[in-house]
T-cell receptor
Framework: AQTVTQSQPEMSVQEAETVTLSCTYD???????LFWYKQPPSRQMILVIR??????QNATENRFSVNFQKAAKSFSLKISDSQLGDTAMYFC???????????????FGKGTKLSVKP | DTEVTQTPKHLVMGMTNKKSLKCEQH?????MYWYKQKAKKPPELMFV???????INESVPSRFSPECPNSSLLNLHLHALQPEDSALYLC??????????????FGPGTRLTVT
């Protein structure tokens, strides 16, 4: 069975600074995908960034980037130039490659509540 | 249009009531999902539909009954719920192609309270 661990229940960062959220996972699968989702207070969950396990290059999306260490089973999220709108619960998630024509189970970590302070 | 809509936004029901939650997407996605989310917890998968067929049921009690009438609609029928079923119910959708897990687009959720 796969597990996802986020060891930081809460974090805070000053506006314009950089923060890193940690995530580790456990799996025996070789083909899988990792995601960071963001859930702002009382708002919809949206995808922040996605990483395919077979890709060595770390994914980046504007101010968001990941440090993917496959051997260590680590997938941390770095947020640069933090903005007030980044305040949210951040979930790390894992999905193994599924059967053709179907989607599998997205396994979430417990989340990290990030507060960006002015 | 990258929107998943859910109705109603809030629902209060008694333990003997029958109600339904509705989810709709017009992105051409052929996979749709129901999740249950308790406060300050991650979403827990309940059901997955692929091509309008139930592909995953995470051992959900029969008082929750999903239905996928067509590729754009997903319903969750509720009957004889318990107070512990009070939660945010999230719907999501995604593409289905080959074996690749695609991004899931989430709706805003229905806040359910069982009294």
């Amino acid at each position: 069975a796969q597990t996802v661990t986020q060891s930081q229940p809460e974090m805070s960062v000053q506006e314009a600074e950089t923060v890193t959220l940690s995530c580790t996972y456990d799996t025996s699968e070789n083909n899988y995908y990792l995601f960071w989702y963001k859930q702002p207070p009382s708002r919809q969950m949206i995808l922040v960034i996605r990483q395919e396990a077979y890709k060595q290059q770390n994914a980046t999306e504007n101010r968001f980037s990941v440090n993917f260490q496959k051997a260590a089973k680590s997938f941390s999220l770095k947020i640069s130039d933090s903005q007030l709108g980044d305040t949210a619960m951040y979930f790390c998630a894992f999905m193994k490659q599924g059967k053709v024509g179907s989607q599998g189970n997205l396994i979430f970590g417990k989340g990290t509540k990030l507060s960006v302070k002015p | 249009d990258t929107e998943v809509t859910q109705t109603p936004k809030h629902l209060v029901m008694g333990m003997t009531n029958k109600k339904s939650l509705k989810c709709e997407q017009h992105m051409g996605h052929r996979a749709m999902y129901w999740y249950k989310q308790k406060a300050k917890k991650p979403p827990e998968l309940m059901f997955v539909y692929s091509y309008e067929k139930l592909s995953i049921n995470e051992s959900v009690p029969s008082r929750f009954s999903p239905e996928c009438p067509n590729s754009s609609l997903l319903n969750l029928h509720l009957h004889a719920l318990q107070p512990e079923d009070s939660a945010l119910y999230l719907c999501a959708s995604s593409q289905v192609a080959g074996q690749i897990p695609y991004e899931q687009y989430f709706g805003p959720g229905t806040r359910l309270t069982v009294t």
